[in-house]
């Protein structure tokens, strides 16, 4: 089934020209709200080692809502470059309260996806957030690592980096990643594009990995 409208308030504007979506991770007090995006998508992608850790680094009027101006900053709370996938969170309270208050605004306004998986080596039914905001059906399907999507006639274009691959639940179960083309380009049935739950750091995934292991144990 194609996804509600709902789906579609979970992806932000993420940088010049990429995107994003928020998940919610943890639980009670601890948790809290993400955003999943591109590394390609950030101004800069804070190097493994330096003098400066990931968590310090501040991006500037980086997020904003789906089609509008990122006015939002975020901070870095993970990023790897091969898989092209990063996490942003809210600035430090006590530091930049204005800050952080507006990232808090602006995610708690948003929908927050759920986090899935779908079986190794079987080909499903997936969806794309296209440029005009229409979910497009395509088949995807992993062996174990990232997804690729199949369908040689459906355009993905680099704009659409960064948003969510839904399956028919509406759960995120990876991201869509155009980072080699230039603006205007497409690739058509191509990939890798990173599987969530193979790509995320543990924390950042850990109600969708007990929920798979009790479906795994049933």
């Known amino acids: 089934m194609r996804p509600h409208s709902k789906a579609t308030r979970s992806v932000l504007t993420v940088g010049k020209g990429g995107r ?3 998940v919610k991770h943890g639980r009670g007090r601890r948790s809290g709200r993400i955003v999943i995006t591109a590394a390609h998508c950030l101004p800069t992608v804070p190097p493994a080692r330096g003098e400066k850790l990931i968590g310090d680094v501040i991006y500037a009027k980086i997020l904003g809502p789906l089609g509008e101006e990122p006015t939002i900053s975020a901070k870095c709370l993970f990023a790897v470059p091969v898989s092209d996938l990063a996490l942003l969170g809210p600035p430090d309270k006590q530091a930049l309260p204005d800050e952080s ?5 602006l995610v708690k306004a948003a929908t927050r996806l759920p986090i899935g998986d779908i079986p190794a080596a079987i080909k499903i039914r997936a969806w ?4 005009e905001d229409d979910w497009l059906p395509c088949s995807v399907i992993h062996h174990g690592g990232d997804i690729l999507i199949e369908n040689h006639n459906l ?4 704009r659409m980096s960064g948003s969510p ?3 028919d639940h509406e759960l995120a179960i ?3 990643t155009v980072g080699s083309q230039e603006p205007g380009t497409f690739l058509a049935g191509r990939g890798p594009n990173p599987r969530l739950v193979n790509s995320l750091p543990v924390w950042a995934v850990v109600d969708a990995l007990k929920l798979l292991s009790r479906f795994r144990r049933t």
Do not use: C, D, Q
């Not at 208050?101 to 605004?105: H, L, T």
């Not at 794309?128 to 440029?131: G, H, N, P, R």
């Open 101 to 105: 208050e507006a990232f808090e605004a």
């Open 128 to 131: 794309l957030l296209s440029l």
């Open 20 to 22: 994003g979506f928020v």
């Open 174 to 176: 990876g991201m869509v």
């Open 165 to 167: 691959i839904l399956n």
């Open 155 to 158: 355009t993905v274009f680099e």
